[in-house]
């Protein structure tokens, strides 16, 4: 089950990015764009933190199983298995930063579980 999710988020975001890739490949925001904040709703931020907790423990328990079978696959000569696998483990390891930096920002935002919401940028 984790492993369709993966790929349906893998194939989302190939999809997202096909259709905006060129407008992303040109360069920066126009001169007139303004930038964007973020609110965090600090009444949310312990289910958000619970989410992403769980994320981080399925990640954790998916890299030494991909680290395990990359070097299998390695050493069974099967090498695109192998560089699949590279790849799965690369995406992991930015889904974990991005998990941790995520959380950072969370707590950051609401040191103690409140009502009221922040902004951040």
């Known amino acids: 089950m984790v492993r369709k999710m993966l790929i349906t988020a893998a194939l989302g975001g190939t999809m997202v ?35 992403l907790t769980k994320a981080e423990s399925r990640i954790n328990t998916a890299l030494p199983k991909a680290e395990a079978r ?20 690369t995406w992991l390891n930015a889904a974990s930063k ?6 950072q920002k969370i707590t950051t935002a609401c ?5 009221s919401s922040s902004t951040t940028s």
Do not use: W
């Not at 070097?71 to 192998?82: I, P, R, S, V, W």
């Not at 991005?98 to 959380?103: F, I, S």
């Not at 040191?111 to 009502?115: L, M, Q």
């Open 98 to 103: 991005y998990d941790t930096a995520l959380q």
């Open 17 to 51: 990015l096909g259709g905006a890739g060129g407008a992303l490949a040109l360069g920066a925001a126009p001169a007139g764009a303004a930038t964007t904040t973020h609110t965090v709703d600090c009444a949310k931020a312990p289910a958000a933190l619970a989410k």
């Open 111 to 115: 040191p103690t579980s409140s009502a």
């Open 70 to 89: 990359q070097t299998k696959a390695e050493q069974a000569g099967h090498t695109d298995l192998a560089h699949l696998l590279s790849a799965k483990i």
